[in-house]
């Protein structure tokens, strides 16, 4: 929702014709400093993670790829006049579900690889991968609800419902479909 006396540029009536040519090690050289502090902030995060469940966690943060939500988190705070402590937070909440929702797409996907190594499901077991997910996820909704305002708390309940129901139906319908080819 934009702030009262914000105003928005209106879509042009021909479609932009400029091609651009930076290639993506440019877009995120821009943001790179915003990168570094979402990397430390998340292996801060995982590192607090309780002593059992911490390798695991670092496992899976260790098989991150381009990092394409934090770095449009990043340019998108930089269109806005720049990035602080709360945008690198954010960063990491949105890092911290999308790795969480990973680790549960590899056990419903049956993928034995990520980025060349195996998943953690594979290189450990389905139930180590759903709890470290899980744990994950929880840590994700705690950053989240320390932001001042309700908004990030709202915005969560929704994404918090609809992934556990996701994940039901999934797993119903694995059922339902082993049940009758069996």
Known sequence: MLAAGTQTSPLPDAPITQETTAEWPEIVLSVSPFLDGVQQELAGQVAAFDAEIAPYAEYALANQGK???ATLTGL????VGGWNDSVIKAAVIIEMVHLATLLHDDIMDGAEFRRNRPTLARKWDNTTAVLVGDCLFANALRLAAEFPTTDARARSAPVRSSRA??????SL?????STRSG
Do not use: M, P
Not at 165 to 170: P, Q, R, S, Y
Not at 173 to 177: E, P, T, Y
């Open 67 to 69: 990092q394409l939500r």
């Open 76 to 79: 998108a705070a930089n269109c």
């Open 173 to 177: 319908a694995r059922r339902s479909i």
């Open 165 to 170: 129901i996701g994940a039901a139906i999934c």
